[in-house]
């Protein structure tokens, strides 16, 4: 095996769909299966379950990814330390931020970031924020911006940026712009649309639990982004965060209903791991960007 089938390996294991990850590294789809194929006999063992609907990696391709993704990393690393003759730091920086983070808690970091590192290379992985803390921990990234909760002090090294409300949004000209009633009336008789997963969807789900409420779900998605995009078809009002319509496409074309202080406030902020290792240049790199989390006044910015 060589790195170029490490790499072909490793997008597929993360996008798991041979055309995405085939146009990801220059290959066809029938290409990037002879790799993976070949892969497997080198290995002697299935490292994905592949039918014509879905891909899924094996229990030893999970165990393989780390394998790959580690080889990957360390090569990289050490490149950029062999291509470091100044004093000057270069290298990489994985972060997660969902898109609303994209626009809002982003691009002031950046703006330090370049300033103080101006050759670092940033790499960053959109999604749903309820992924951001798996992404930390699983080490898939060196920093994510998350919701901060105390079940995780302890694991993070944690900066709060900004707090925001959870809010229900309705589309601007649709049926749910006059909202009325207590926040169990809402929930208990207009349609929902919900995240899947993440702490507004378990505060709800506490809160209504605890109520005794039976709330009607209209639509669930992954993502404040995709329940956004069903909210501006109206088919009801989505619960987000209030700096989901703050910043971004969303500023417009929205009004948002008070849900009340029953589902809290949202801490937004950083988080990385306390402790970091890697090459001098990668941990040079995290020492920096601490400073950065840590000495900024982010109500400036945000």
């Known amino acids: 095996m060589d790195f170029f089938e490490l790499n072909a390996f490793v997008h597929l294991a993360e996008k798991l769909h041979f055309a995405k990850a085939a146009m990801d590294v220059n290959l066809s789809a029938s290409a990037l299966s002879r790799t993976i194929s070949r892969l497997e006999e080198e290995c002697n063992t299935l490292l994905f379950e592949r039918n014509n609907r879905e891909v899924v990696l094996t229990d030893d391709g999970r165990k393989f990814f780390e394998f790959a993704r580690n080889c990957i ?20 920086l994985k972060v997660f931020a969902s898109v609303t983070a ?25 999604g749903d924020p309820a992924l951001a803390i798996s992404a930390v921990k699983e080490g898939r990234v060196h920093l ?7 079940e995780y002090a302890h694991f ?15 589309e601007k000209n649709g049926k749910f712009t006059e909202v009325t009633g207590s926040p ?29 409420v039976k709330p009607v779900v209209a639509a669930e998605a992954e993502g404040n982004e ?5 909210a501006a078809l ?69």
Request: glycine share 6%.
């Open 234 to 302: 109206d088919l009801g009002i989505a619960l987000v965060p209030k700096i989901v319509l703050d910043y971004g496409p969303y500023k417009e074309g929205f009004v948002s209903h008070n849900a009340g202080n029953v589902l809290g406030y949202y801490d937004i902020g950083f988080i990385q791991k306390v402790n970091f290792s890697g090459s001098p240049s990668s941990v040079k790199i995290r020492k920096y960007v601490t400073e950065i989390l840590h000495t900024t006044n982010w109500g400036d910015f945000v």
């Open 102 to 126: 994209c626009y809002s808690i982003m691009p002031p970091f950046i703006k330090l970031l370049s300033a103080k590192l101006p050759k670092v290379k940033l790499s960053i992985e959109t």
């Open 73 to 92: 990393d360390k090569k990289n690393e050490l490149i950029q330390d062999y291509s470091n003759k100044s004093d000057e730091i270069t290298g990489q």
């Open 184 to 212: 169990q009336d809402i929930v208990s008789s207009v349609p929902l649309i919900l995240p899947k997963a993440g702490l507004a969807r378990e505060r709800f789900d506490s809160w209504v639990k605890s109520r005794n």
């Open 156 to 170: 993070f090294d944690s900066v709060s940026v900004s707090k925001s409300p959870l809010v229900f949004a309705a």
């Open 144 to 150: 994510a911006v998350a919701a901060i909760t105390e």
């Open 226 to 230: 995709a329940v956004m995009a069903l």
